[in-house]
C-alpha cells in the first residue's frame, strides 16, 4: 500500500489550497479514505473522512464549512479542498486509510506541509 499526499505549500489567510493523494496497492474504491493534520506540538487530529463510493462525508468541527474532502476512484485518488484558510490550520497533513477485516491496519502517506500565514 502506497499513499502519496502533495499539493501542500505556503498560502495566506484566507487563501485555497487542493490537497492531493495519490493511493496505489489495494483496491482503492473498497475503503474509505481520511485525511488528518498535525500541527507542532500537537497530536494528530482527523479533519475530514470520505465513504469508499463517496457518498458519505464527515467533517471535524474546525473545518465545517472550509474543507471539502472528496474523492475519484477511477483515479485512486483522493482529494481535500481547502478554503478560508486560517494560520490554525498550519500543519502537516496525511492521507490515511485502513483496512476493513481484522487485524485493523492503518495506513499513511508521508504527509504534505500546508502553511498559512502573512
Known amino acids: 500500500v502506497q499513499l502519496v499526499e502533495s499539493g501542500g505549500g505556503l498560502v495566506q489567510p484566507g487563501g485555497s489550497l487542493r490537497l492531493s493523494c495519490a493511493a496505489s496497492?489495494?483496491?482503492?474504491?473498497?475503503?474509505?479514505m481520511r485525511w488528518y493534520r498535525q500541527a507542532r506540538g500537537n497530536e494528530r487530529e482527523l479533519v475530514a473522512a470520505i465513504s469508499s463510493a463517496g457518498g458519505s462525508t464527515n467533517y471535524a468541527d474546525s473545518v465545517k464549512g472550509r474543507f471539502t474532502i472528496s474523492r475519484e476512484n477511477a483515479k485512486n485518488t483522493v482529494y481535500l479542498q481547502m478554503n478560508s484558510l486560517k494560520p490554525e490550520d498550519s500543519a502537516v497533513y496525511y492521507c490515511?486509510?485502513?483496512?476493513?477485516?481484522?487485524?485493523?491496519?492503518?495506513?499513511w502517506g508521508r504527509g504534505t506541509q500546508v502553511t498559512v500565514s502573512s
Open positions: 490515511n486509510t485502513r483496512t476493513t477485516v481484522k487485524p485493523f491496519v492503518d495506513y
Open positions: 496497492g489495494f483496491t482503492f474504491s473498497s475503503l474509505s
